[in-house]
């Protein structure tokens, strides 16, 4: 964005007609002079964005989503939509148009900059406002809200204000160890689709994800939806083919050699495209066991990211040829404890590297790669279009999600599960012990609370700034390590087979083209290698029962087995209870004190009739008082202690002979 443009584009008013479903109903300026109510063709879609897809189900949420720009190629329109939804009740000025028990509309805001926290907040503020006006003809307030935040805009620092509302600690909490999988997994360019509902949760998944690689928030999604399709589509603009042509230079020069890098044109990216999508997924030089294989190849496996239990023993031959270079990862003789300080250690150095002269942001959603925080249902054709190498969607609805044929990786951020069918993909995205610790190590410092030990320059442990260096140091190891030759040690350090992958892919054929003289300050090596322990393993063994198939299944029959235990001891519990309840009861009647005895005697004779003589008080012996030839003393002192005249004894005795005991019968004292 230049210095002259003003980085909010339009303010709109999306509501759903009871006929004509999502339309725009109010927009400054114009977003389509002449036509109030419509949107220009390459945004046709534009209201089934700002209302998604099972809104109507929230009183209120806010969502993300991304517009390919309608004067510029390689510029992404980047919007924010409140939406809220009230009873009609509360609507001041009706209109023929409200047929409905609620009313439900969004204050959409399209902008130039990726400030999505910073502007919904505002937004929401501003949308609360505008709804308990009750009149939304009062659309002043929205004229003011943009040229109000054309001006604070200008004046906000993208480096300061582009995380907003993206917390990368709640990322790390809620993902653990799957959060380094799926950062590597945008690396290999693949067609990942994230699905969630309410929208607000789905959008901040992705774009927190997407913000743990360094300078992608700021710079590094401007072409992430823009795209010149195989066909003709309404929902996206048309582009020439001079406008998406880039021409970069040939050559990198890498530890003193010069590495040849093929000229990247759109044809020939093309051809590259559809060459690693038929050899990319094969690895030739796999080196799991075949007992591994087997595992992998049950079907049990086929619906999520694997683990192997196996670790692979070091080979002290295997150490790269470069002796005497230093080398970011650890000296074989330390062991895992001794990890944190030494990486603490090196932290404020790789911090300090620079990221431009590194090559950042990482040319990913670039060349028909998308990303797309939100993805109405009209835009479903948009990605099986030849033309979209990879993407990262996110979906409200379920319909996206039954189109296996659409996506290569699923994940279900409700149940956190990574699903994943390709077995080849899986082997890439296994991690090795090294990237457990980092991930181990992210967990440990982001679950504590304490601000007390500062890094130079890094922030607290633990904070978002320090998550976020965690990544750019390991990013940076990686592009380093990936630079030399193949066989080294260190390359198996971050999983060989997803390096190879990865140099495959069009990022990364960008990056090594281009002129990076900062990594080379860099020393090639895992920040976190090191000697396997007793800690390692336990970390393998945790991995593995929470991310295999198998592993969830033993956890749950564990579960279930628990769960079913506490309920026999429940149930066993509260029979022995009310059993003894049942015998006190009866116990406390039974034994009565003399003294008692000598107060009911000195009172008056109680009739039988009465109320407070019931069946259940008297005792089964004065029933069968004839056949045991009970006297009527023995009688007298069995009924709970009450005194009988005489003629209440002979109706007693008479009403004891006609009453029998029913069978399943339950006599209670």
Same mark, same amino acid.
């Given at each position: ?105 969004? *204050? ?13 907040? /505002? ?229 300090? *590297? ?12 670039? /060349? ?140 990364? /054929? ?95 004779? *109680? ?43 002979? /109706? ?18």
């Amino acid at each position: 964005m230049s210095e002259n443009e003003e980085p909010i584009l339009y303010v709109l008013v999306v509501g759903f007609h009871h006929k004509k479903g999502c339309q725009v109903e109010y927009s400054y300026p114009d977003l389509y002079p002449g036509h109030p109510n419509e949107c220009p063709p390459g945004w046709k879609y534009l209201p089934t964005l700002a209302l998604p897809d099972g809104s109507h189900n929230y009183d209120t949420d806010t969502v993300f989503f991304h517009l390919p720009s309608l004067t510029s190629p390689k510029q992404t329109v980047y919007g924010i939509s409140c939406f809220r939804q009230i009873p009609v009740e509360k609507i001041k000025n009706k209109t023929s148009d409200i047929t409905r028990g609620t009313v439900q509309k969004s *204050v959409c805001v399209l902008s130039r900059v990726p400030l999505y926290g910073q502007i919904q907040v /505002k937004m929401h503020l501003i949308t609360h406002a505008y709804f308990e006006k009750g009149d939304f003809s009062k659309v002043l307030i929205l004229e003011e809200t943009y040229h109000h935040l054309n001006a604070v805009m200008k004046q906000y620092d993208m480096k300061q204000h582009s995380f907003v509302g993206l917390s990368a600690k709640e990322f790390i909490l809620q993902w653990k160890n799957k959060a380094l999988q799926l950062f590597k997994l945008l690396l290999l360019e693949k067609r990942v689709m994230f699905f969630k509902s309410p929208v607000h949760p789905l959008c901040c998944t992705i774009l927190t994800l997407v913000s743990l690689f360094p300078e992608m928030i700021e710079h590094g999604l401007d072409q992430s939806a823009c795209i010149r399709l195989s066909r003709p589509m309404s929902p996206m603009p048309e582009y020439s083919d001079e406008e998406l042509s880039p021409v970069i230079s040939n050559k990198a020069f890498v530890n003193g050699t010069s590495l040849q890098a093929d000229k990247i044109t759109s044809k020939d990216d093309k051809n590259e495209a559809n060459e690693a999508q038929k050899n990319g997924l094969v690895d030739k030089n796999c080196s799991l066991e075949d007992k591994q294989n087997d595992d992998i190849d049950n079907p049990e496996f086929a619906l999520e990211v694997t683990e192997s239990l196996q670790i692979k023993e070091e080979s002290p031959n295997s150490l790269t040829s470069n002796v005497g270079e230093k080398s970011n990862s650890l000296r074989r003789e330390l062991s895992s404890d001794t990890i944190s300080d030494v990486v603490q250690n090196n932290m404020s150095y790789l911090a300090s *590297v620079s990221t431009e002269s590194c090559g950042f942001p990482l040319a990913i959603f670039t /060349k028909g790669s998308l990303c797309l925080p939100y993805l109405s249902l009209p835009y479903l054709d948009l990605l099986s279009d030849v033309n979209v190498r990879s993407y990262v969607v996110g979906t409200t609805n379920i319909l996206f999600k039954q189109k296996r044929q659409l996506y290569d990786v699923l994940v279900d951020i409700d149940s956190n599960r990574i699903e994943c069918p390709d077995i080849n993909l899986r082997k890439y995205l296994h991690l090795t012990t090294e990237d457990l610790r980092f991930a181990e190590y992210l967990v440990k410092h982001a679950s504590e609370e304490s601000q007390d030990d500062f890094l130079d320059g890094i922030s607290w442990e633990g904070s978002e700034e320090w998550i976020r260096t965690q990544f750019r140091v390991y990013l940076l190891c990686l592009l380093r390590t990936s630079m030399i030759q193949d066989g080294a040690r260190e390359l198996d350090h971050f999983n060989s087979s997803f390096i190879t992958v990865w140099r495959e892919t069009h990022n990364y /054929k960008m990056w090594l083209s281009g002129i990076n003289p900062g990594i080379l300050d860099v020393h090639p090596g895992h920040p976190f290698a090191g000697q396997l322990s007793y800690a390692d393993m336990k970390l393998r063994l945790a991995h593995t029962m929470q991310n295999t198939e198998g592993g969830r299944k033993i956890n749950q029959a564990m579960a279930t087995t628990g769960k079913a235990v506490a309920n026999t001891g429940k149930a066993v519990g509260g029979a022995i209870s009310q059993a003894k309840g049942a015998f006190s009861s009866w116990w406390n009647n039974f034994m009565v004190a003399p003294d008692q005895r000598g107060v009911e005697q000195a009172s008056e004779p *109680v009739s039988v009739d009465s109320p407070e003589i019931k069946t259940a008080n008297i005792p089964k012996s004065i029933r069968n008082d004839k056949e045991n030839d009970t006297s009527k003393k023995d009688v007298e002192k069995s009924c709970n202690g009450v005194i009988l005249s005489d003629d209440s004894e002979e /109706k007693l005795e008479k009403r004891a002979e006609n009453e029998e005991h029913q069978p399943g019968e339950v006599h209670t004292v």
